[in-house]
């Protein structure tokens, strides 16, 4: 009988920490996500679609000194106003052999992100919750700034990726039209 | 005198339009995504604290997510290209080990400092299952994607290594 009542109580305890835990996600992340969410999809709205469109169509323009303007600063407008998965429609603007390196750095920047900017990919924000709440219990005050950083890496990780796709690409291009002649 | 009235009536309606769809866009995905996915999270939360899975896991874990070392080989292996883009929808794998791993860091099985590279060692398959839509979403041509899908995932075997490194070093001085 003991034995039963310890299971049961063992049983029980497990959703009773998750509960705890649900308790303090729930006070802890939604309101400000929600709140924050508010606030940027009216000014996504408020800066309108045309502006962000003329401003990607500067930012795709051809030439290597506009390589860091295209896999940092476009990709980060890209998913800061479109949010995943429509900032990938921005490649649109490009010239067709950049369109994978954009998408590679488009798509690599949706978690970095989410630290501090979590509209961006509300679906998918627990790839950095996950972790930063295991940083939250252990030390609280650091993670805004894991947040900045997980950001500016992201934001150095995604110009590493978007000229390194494009490297293999153009390679795999060319090796592609010479097997076919 | 009227149409003064009538733009200002407008214009503030405008806005208070807007403000209200952005407000209830944010709580529909809170509702629909966000709290659905939080529920599924702080039940593994759970069971990793209240069982002895937690144990089981933080053994397995540990020997990878605490050295620089241990992580680039758990990004190579997720950035293998026959496995990305089984590993890439929703993000699904991505959240489910970065609970395990932040639960491992609260408990302090992990130090603080693996966090950053450890952000970048489970993802580097992030959108790998999405190459062929993201790219028609940009509008590619068909030969474009062709070449570019393994353009992508070879690129990945390259990049997701260098991003642990960076992440490293990004968290330096923390």
Known sequence: MDALVAGAEAFIQVFRTAADVFVGFTTGIIPIVVVFLTAVNALVKFIGEERVENFAKWASQEGWMYVPVRYTLLAFVAVFMLTNPVCYTFGTFLPEKNKPAFYDAAVSFVHPITGIFPHANGGELFVWLGIAAGVEMVAPDMVTALAVRYLLAGLVVILIRGIVTDIIFSIMWKSRQGGAA | ????????????????????????????????????????????????????????????????????????????????????????????????????????????????????????????????????????????????????????????MITGPISVVVGYLFALGL
Request: aromatic share 4%.
């Open chain 2, 1 to 156: 005198m009227q149409a003064l009235i009538e733009r200002i009536g407008r214009s503030v309606g405008g806005v208070v339009g807007t403000l209200f769809q952005a407000g209830r866009d944010a709580v529909d995905l809170c509702l629909k995504t966000i709290i659905p996915f939080m529920a599924f999270v702080t039940f593994v939360i759970g069971l990793i604290l209240e069982t002895g899975v937690g144990d089981l896991i933080a053994n397995g874990i540990k020997g990878f997510a605490s050295s620089l070392g241990g992580l680039m080989i758990v990004c190579v292996i997720c950035a293998i290209p026959i496995l990305s883009p089984l590993l890439g929808p929703g993000a699904v794998i991505a959240q489910i080990v970065g609970v395990l791993i932040g639960t491992e860091i609260g408990r302090g099985n992990i130090d603080v400092s693996m966090a950053l590279p450890a952000l970048f060692a489970i993802n580097p398959q992030v959108g790998c299952d999405f190459v062929p839509v993201g790219l028609a979403l940009g509008e590619a041509e068909p030969e474009t994607v062709e070449v570019g899908v393994p353009a992508v995932l070879t690129s990945r």
